[in-house]
């Protein structure tokens, strides 16, 4: 081989090479943030995303969604970028859409070959403390951005190699948990620098403009992806659904609808939000309404790998920018959960970011004949704070996964969390670091809405405080349930609770920061069930059986909902086949045909109580959808 | 007297490597693997070795094996009659695991658990609880344990893990247990998680002594019966078996905790590679091992190779020290194919030993990465001095209609399905070097499998490495490894405390305590205490940090010394392997305190090269092609003509008995004294 190279052009070769490279330097960055990352919530739970654009801030990597580069050409310009720069913000006001709430700080890092600028590389986290009124940066009852914590807008936290030191002390002066924040910041900085030097090499390798024409290619091959494997296998038309956060932790007693309208063309998904409820009072809003929507279309985009031949060909599709060749949407007017006017506040706006992913889910089971997924709910944070002074400080948070959704491959997977390796705290390091004792870690009985494939089981923990401490938590579905799909039902739904020294158990709003917990007292943390996905009569009778003798699930349900004619024998649960069969034809008929959508029986004590209202112009997204039977069908 | 045999058992073949001790002479040979009774290729490798080096019995004075049995028990699935004991509330704790969902942002969607290593129902809880600080809570309820027991028996249960919380600080209840199951239950496999593990987090500690229990039957047994049909003579012949930590123990010491033997595969060829690139004067390598479907690499620093307890086999994480290899799957035999949107695409399926790729013949139809040396002439017309005819015409067919897709020439398309098989070497190079902070410019490559001498080059290019070492018999170095390995034991104990309030006797205590067990077990392995070496390892990280860096100490400091060292030391460690340190300005917490206690051998001799053999000249041309350069007429050599310092100049086609190394134009190839090729790149520009 020869050493010294010519710019190739751009064949098969260079281009696998140039996408591989792209695959692995967004793999290296990651592990470069998780090694020297300090915050639990990044280390752990794994909450930063991280990125490599091109010069035109076109999202090349494609494992995750990201930040996006557009507030660097929107508050420095073109002129204003230069090798060594490091552009910082957090403000979700001023970041073109792309950062949801103030913890989240984004680290933009220009890549340069010689002169020309040829890419960004980008991480952001979610850190643990950037100040405002509650620990933890999360106020539940904030009513505007500014109580929410310090705000940045776009700045150069480096410009050309030299730091800020003004505005790195100020952000520092203002966390909580100032050297988590400074080592989270090295970490990040450090990790981008990594992944600049991947394109560098790459520039250096097959030349600039073979580079540009790669990225062009990985682009337009993802576009085509979703367009042959995916779009086919959804049907032409208009459909719509809508789903709430039930608390925004100000206002009390009101859903908050997002609502979406589906048109699916053989080219193209548009999805509509008008309808959607007005912007809310408390921090659950999600500022998007800007660049086109292109941060949201991205965030989007990847339900559709769902749709695809196996679980394992949805694991190999990137959601890159060529996604916005297939997805556009339509925001309301100003005023909206997703178009809130200048500081409303967002704190908790993770709640919306499910949401919207459930809505478009839905929209595509009805297109598909009920082919996707049930639904899966899953950032909520809880945690423990106290101490009486600086150093006894303690902030010990958990973002705890719940039952992922019923699907026609497969159950529910139990406690999991939308964001990829996000890991729990084991017991024995909780217990080490922290003033608590873990009681209890299980699965919560029950929870996984029923199906012929159900819903995974969330989390039943319980931890007792050693110490006075205060109890927060960030959650929602704590009154309604995932929904299921295809005959299957509503998982179960969230539950914060203390337990005194006496045994009694009092029930706290999803949205708590402000209840005490005395030592030896126990909190106990029930998370939501996932979807179910069709008939619960169809299930095998022997995964009933072996779910009951493992206890996930009671007899009730196993004889009541799956129509299992259970039987102890000694300690093994049997049953009988004809006994089954019988039981179960029973049900059928007096049930009838189960309908496409179960959003469980809180939903309909909601709706009896008038609480679920539609807009002018809007039907009830759920009416006139059945089930589709596809045994039968087969 | 003196045969030392070394017997590195694969999933199709089993390697055998004697050397004679008064000689040097090594012979080398492969008996067919038998995996329902490993001991039988076992015994028959002894046998064959002794025939055929022309040895009796009575002259073997010591057998070394590596096995991939324990590891073949995990990717099997044999998961049936497995039990767990967990502390009451901790039920859940293997189905909850740590609630991660690999890969891309809301793949929790679509991606499906793998298969549990053992179902919800034969978790039992038991009373008994044990705090952080190592004090009882609750003491435990035999009877109920008892009751817990017999439920899981009844049930069919053979092998039983306990894992108690906190049992790292305390194993007095696991102690317990374990002696109310023996005396209750003799027959049982039982596996004590401070035992296996002694390191807090609950689910990997778990997990790994759920492994321990898994391979347990088939590790303990086969190598008890191995040793009995061994040792029939008076004396008991020593048998000593690879861990992934890289060093061999007895096989009683193996079978009691045969975890370690998990991944032990690839360990034995990294002591034959810094062995051999010992002799060839390199101490900083990086190990490129590349077989038929995947490729190991390891980074060794000062001829100590890296460890991790991040190890997963499979879906399942292994927490013991292992040597910290990084396996890609992508090798000689990775398939080359173009996808539906018409990429052109190497691996990561692979076309394997059987059936091959084409130019074998054995009735491979995908063109494989070996296919593509074979169309550019790198690869001659046979292997193994004949036994292994090549068919050229059949690859070049076979590129032939790869290439038609891409409007490209066949030569052109397999020179680039080289390109991107490097490529995706180099990714997988990365995780073991510029991720943990490493430039791997700064390392000599030593390529050795299969095919390590068909991309070590190209590989070295993309990463800006300027060494290619090629040891002799690369195929082979597995089993000569076994030869340079020592007796090694590791040692861990969980002590979180923070700089500013730890009590140096408490640490220093515990540190010699595990040093004193680590000296004993080795005496009691047969090792002369003058032999003997301990090393400390401290386990730190900044408060707050999640992952924790290795602080090694120098030899010689124990106790409060060694503390003191390793607070000092951290900061450096740190800035190693992170690029910043926070010395003055954060706090520091110690996490683990580990022991490696280590009983040197005796190296054999190795015959050297013949020092007057004249220099080796081409025994022939053939044209081979390179990118951008087209086909070139080049020089072949035989490897074993070469004179010791004899260099030649790439490019050239260097071959051997069992592999071929390919040197471009760019690169000198120069033989040492000890049968090493060194390759050293002469061009200026270095490509990275």
Not at chain 1, 345 to 363: K, Q
Not at chain 1, 441 to 469: H, M, N, P, Q, W
Not at chain 2, 37 to 53: F, H
Request: net charge negative.
């Amino acid at each position: 081989m020869n050493v010294q190279r010519k710019p190739r052009a751009l064949g098969p070769i260079e281009l696998e090479v140039i996408h591989g490279t792209i695959r692995a330097a967004e793999l290296e960055i990651e592990a470069a943030v998780e090694r020297t990352a300090r915050s639990p919530m990044i280390r752990d739970q794994h909450d930063y995303r991280v990125a490599l654009f091109d010069a035109k801030g076109r999202k090349l990597t494609g494992r995750s969604y990201s930040a996006i580069v557009e507030p660097v050409f929107e508050y420095f310009g073109a002129d204003d970028i230069h090798p060594g720069d490091v552009f910082f913000w957090n403000d979700p006001y001023n970041s073109c859409g792309g950062i949801g709430h103030v913890p989240d700080l984004c680290t933009t890092l220009p890549i340069f070959h010689g002169e020309r600028l040829i890419g960004f590389s980008q991480v952001f986290g979610h850190h643990d403390d950037i100040g405002g009124s509650v620990p933890g940066s999360l106020p539940v009852h904030a009513t505007d951005s500014w109580m929410e914590g310090v705000l940045i807008p776009p700045i150069k936290l480096y410009d050309r190699g030299r730091l800020n030191q003004a505005a790195f002390r100020i952000i520092t002066r203002n966390s909580r948990l100032e050297d988590h924040l400074a080592g989270d910041l090295d970490a990040e900085i450090g990790a981008a620098t990594l992944g600049s030097r991947r394109i560098v090499a790459l520039a250096e390798r097959y030349g600039v403009e073979t580079l540009e024409a790669a990225f062009e290619q990985i682009l337009a091959n993802t576009a085509e992806i979703f367009r042959r494997e995916i779009l086919p296998n959804i049907v032409d038309g208009v459909y719509s659904y809508e789903d709430y956060i039930e608390a925004d932790g100000v206002e009390p007693d009101k859903l908050h609808a997002l609502r979406v309208t589906m048109t699916k063309t053989p080219e193209k998904i548009l999805l509509d939000f008008t309808g959607t409820d007005p912007e809310a009072k408390g921090p659950i809003n999600w500022a998007l309404d800007e660049v086109e929507g292109r941060y949201f279309r991205k965030w989007l985009a990847p339900v559709l790998r769902s749709l695809a031949a196996s679980p394992e060909r949805a694991a190999e599709i990137d959601s890159n920018e060529g996604v916005l060749e297939v997805i556009d949407v339509k925001f309301p007017d100003k005023g909206t959960l997703i178009t809130p006017r200048y500081g409303k506040p967002t704190g908790m706006r993770f709640f919306l970011m499910l949401r919207s992913l459930g809505v478009f889910a839905a929209c595509l089971s009805k297109a598909t004949g009920g082919r996707m997924p049930a639904d899966h709910e899953t950032i909520r944070i809880w945690g423990l704070t106290g101490g009486q002074t600086r150093e006894e400080f303690f902030l010990f948070r958990e973002v705890l996964g719940g039952g992922g959704p019923g699907r026609p491959w497969a159950d529910g997977s139990d406690v999991v969390h939308i964001v990829p390796n996000s890991r729990n705290l084991p017991a024995e390091f909780s217990e080490t670091r922290y003033p608590i004792l873990v009681e209890q870690l299980a699965l919560k009985r029950d929870s996984g809405g029923a199906g012929f494939r159900r819903g995974g089981f969330g989390y039943d923990k319980r931890i007792r405080a050693l110490v006075e401490c205060r109890l927060i938590s960030n959650a929602d579905r704590s009154i309604l349930g995932c929904y299921g799909v295809n005959g299957g039902l509503a998982g179960g739904s969230y539950g914060i609770s203390v337990i005194d020294v006496d045994g009694t158990e009092t029930v706290h709003p999803g949205m708590s920061d402000t209840v005490t917990v005395r030592p030896g007292e126990r909190v106990r943390v029930v998370t939501s069930g996932g979807g179910g996905w069709g008939d619960p009569l169809l299930r095998e009778p022997a995964r009933v059986v072996y779910d009951l003798q493992c206890g996930l699930i009671t007899e009730t349900a196993a004889r009541e909902i799956y129509g299992v004619d259970v039987r102890l024998e000694g300690r093994h649960w049997r049953h009988d086949p004809a006994a089954t069969a019988d039981r179960r034809a029973r049900m059928a008929t007096s049930r009838g045909r189960p309908p496409m959508f179960d959003r469980g029986s809180a939903h309909a004590a909601l709706k009896a109580r008038g609480m679920v209202r539609f807009p002018e112009g809007w039907a009830d997204p759920d009416a006139g959808w059945d089930a589709v039977d596809h045994m039968a069908a087969e | 007297m003196g045969l030392t045999v070394a017997i590195d058992t694969g999933g199709t073949f089993t390697d055998v490597v004697a050397i004679d001790h008064r000689t040097g002479q090594s012979t080398a040979l492969k008996v067919p693997s038998t995996p329902r009774d490993p001991s039988q290729s076992l015994i028959e490798g002894v046998g064959r070795a002794l025939a055929e080096s022309g040895h009796a019995a009575g002259d073997l004075r010591m057998l070394l094996h590596g096995s991939t049995v324990a590891t073949n028990a995990v990717l099997e699935h044999r998961f049936d009659g497995l039990g767990l004991i967990v502390t009451r509330g901790f039920r859940h704790m293997i189905e909850i695991a740590r609630q991660s969902v690999p890969d891309g942002y809301g793949n929790s969607f679509f991606w499906v658990k793998p298969p549990r290593l053992v179902p919800l129902h034969l978790v039992h809880e038991v009373p008994g609880r044990i705090l952080a600080d190592g004090s009882e809570l609750e003491p435990i309820d035999p009877e109920a344990t008892l009751q817990a027991v017999a439920e899981l028996v009844e049930d069919g249960v053979r092998c039983i893990a306990v894992c108690l919380l906190h049992a790292y600080a305390n194993d007095s209840h696991e102690a317990a247990i374990g002696r109310l199951i023996a005396e209750r239950y003799p027959d049982l496999f039982v596996s004590l998680s401070s035992v296996v593990l002694p390191e807090y987090r609950e689910y990997e500690r778990a997990m790994t002594t759920l492994i321990d229990v898994l391979v347990k039957p088939y590790c303990k047994t086969y190598l008890g019966e191995a040793a009995a049909r061994l040792s029939e003579g008076p004396n008991e012949l020593p048998f000593l078996i690879m861990q992934s930590n890289g060093g061999v123990v007895t096989h009683a010491t193996a079978g009691e905790k045969p975890v370690t033997m998990l991944l032990s595969g690839p360990a034995a060829g990294i002591q034959g590679a810094i062995h051999m690139a010992q002799l060839a004067g390199h101490d900083d390598i990086l190990t490129f091992d590349v077989g038929g479907t995947s490729t190991d690499v390891a980074i060794i620093e000062d001829r100590t190779p890296a460890f991790t307890s991040e190890a997963m086999v499979e879906h399942y994480p292994v927490k013991t020290p292992m040597l910290d290899i990084v396996t890609i799957g992508a090798g000689g035999g990775s398939i080359a194919w173009t996808d539906s949107y018409g990429s052109l695409k190497v691996g990561p399926q692979s076309a394997g030993a059987d059936p091959g790729p084409i130019c074998y013949g054995r009735g491979g139809t995908e063109p494989t990465v070996t296919d593509a040396a074979m169309v550019l002439g790198r690869l001659p017309d046979a292997l193994i001095g004949g036994a292994l005819q090549l068919d050229r015409k059949a690859a070049q067919a076979a590129f032939g209609r790869l290439a038609g897709s891409h409007a490209m020439s066949p030569e052109e398309i397999a020179a680039g399905v080289l390109e991107i098989a490097a490529a995706n070497q180099v990714f997988g190079i990365r995780r073991v070097t510029t991720a943990r902070g490493r430039d791997p410019g700064a390392y000599a490559m030593v390529a050795f499998g299969g095919a390590g001498g068909l991309f070590g080059t190209d590989v070295a290019d993309f990463l800006g490495m300027r060494t290619v070492i090629s040891p002799p018999d690369p195929g082979n170095l597995c089993a000569l490894g076994l030869h340079v390995s020592d007796v090694r034991r590791d040692y861990i104990t969980t002590m979180v405390r923070l700089q500013s309030q730890a009590e140096a006797e408490e640490i220093a205590a515990a540190w010699e305590g595990l040093a004193e067990r680590g000296r004993a077990d080795i005496l009691a392995e047969g090792i002369a205490p003058d032999r003997i070496a301990i090393n400390r390892i401290a386990d730190m990280r900044y408060f707050g940090e999640g992952h924790e860096v290795q602080v090694p100490i120098p030899e010689g400091l124990s106790g409060a010394e060694a503390l003191a060292h390793a607070w000092k030391a951290f900061h450096g460690v740190h800035d190693r392997s992170f690029g910043f340190h926070y010395e003055g300005r954060q706090e520091v917490e110690m996490v683990n305190l580990r022991v490696q206690a280590v009983g040197r051998q005796a190296r054999p001799p190795l015959a050297p090269a013949d020092s007057g053999r004249p220099p080796a000249a081409p025994f022939g041309t053939r044209p081979v092609y390179w990118r951008g350069t087209g086909w070139t007429d080049c020089p072949l050599y035989h490897r074993n003509e070469f004179a010791p310092g004899q260099s030649v100049a790439g490019p050239c086609i260097v071959e051997e008995y069992g592999s071929t190394v390919v040197v471009p134009a760019g690169w000198d190839c120069a033989a040492d004294a000890h049968r090493n090729l060194i390759l050293t790149r002469t061009a200026e520009e270095v490509q990275s």
